[in-house]
């Protein structure tokens, strides 16, 4: 048992902590693990669906309604109190954070060789570049949509908002010049970090930034796109 984060009431507690609930629901009847990945389109949850199908794993994708709030939704919340996208429940357990869920699928996956998994320097340049998009590309991202996280204020929301042109095109200033290597984000080798960066690129034109600004980074965008595993995705969430 472990503890009781703050706020999370002690019934959807005891419900997220049933630890033989989700595994159960992720075992299939041979006693196979079942991966199931919670996701809502147009999301950071992209990049962990697009990895899940470059490994050929079987899994299973569950939409998430933002339009009806579902991730907000005493269901939801039972799977990741964080509300939020992605999740993915494995046989140990519920990961929630996109670095997190990307890392699990290439160590649990290594035949897809997703990641240099043997290689301490290039797999820390790699959790660099996850990390910077998680902590800085989506949360600049973010203050567009979800300014009501860091200011009740509606003048300061709208101050927020008015930055985050800007914001995104310093930041994908520093990727285009600095940390894209190419073919590849991390060189000849495709990787976890490609799908990441063809999710949040997917974004600019929505904050107002034009991409052609960013030659390497949208080439990247368009080659990503006719990967198979890429193309399969989106169409499945276009359905
Ligand atoms: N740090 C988390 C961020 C997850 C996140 O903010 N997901 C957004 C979609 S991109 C979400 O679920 N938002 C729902 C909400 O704010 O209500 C990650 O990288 O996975």
Redesign the pocket.
């Given at each position: 048992m472990i503890a009781r984060p703050g706020g999370l009431p002690p019934d959807l507690f005891r419900l997220v902590n049933r630890c033989d609930f989700f595994s159960s629901a992720v075992r299939s009847a041979g006693g196979t693990m079942m991966l199931k990945l919670y996701y809502?389109p147009g999301?950071?949850?992209l990049a962990s669906h697009i990895a899940l199908e470059e490994t050929g794993a079987a899994y299973e994708a569950q939409r998430i309604d933002?339009s009806k709030a579902e991730?907000?939704k005493p269901e939801y919340l039972a799977v990741n109190p964080?509300?939020?996208?992605?999740a993915l429940v494995t046989d140990r357990g519920t990961l929630?954070?996109?670095?997190a869920?990307l890392t699990y699928i290439a160590q649990s996956f290594p035949e897809a060789g997703l990641a240099p998994l043997d290689d301490p320097f290039e797999f820390a340049r790699l959790q660099s570049f996850l990390s910077y998009l998680?902590s800085t590309v989506?949360v600049a991202h973010?203050h567009a949509r979800?300014g009501a996280r860091w200011a009740d204020d509606s003048a300061a929301q709208e101050a927020m908002k008015a930055k985050v042109p800007q914001n995104m095109a310093d930041c994908f200033s520093l990727i285009e010049s600095l940390m894209f290597t190419g073919p590849f984000v991390m060189g000849e080798t495709y990787t976890i970090a490609d799908p990441y960066l063809f999710t949040i690129a997917g974004w600019l034109e929505g904050d107002g930034v034009d991409p052609s600004q960013f030659p390497r980074v949208l080439d990247h965008r368009n080659q990503m796109a006719e990967r198979p595993a890429v193309a399969k995705v989106l169409t499945a969430l276009e359905s």
């Open positions: 809502a999301t950071c949850s933002f991730q907000t964080k509300g939020r996208v992605p929630t954070e996109t670095p869920i998680c989506h973010a979800r």
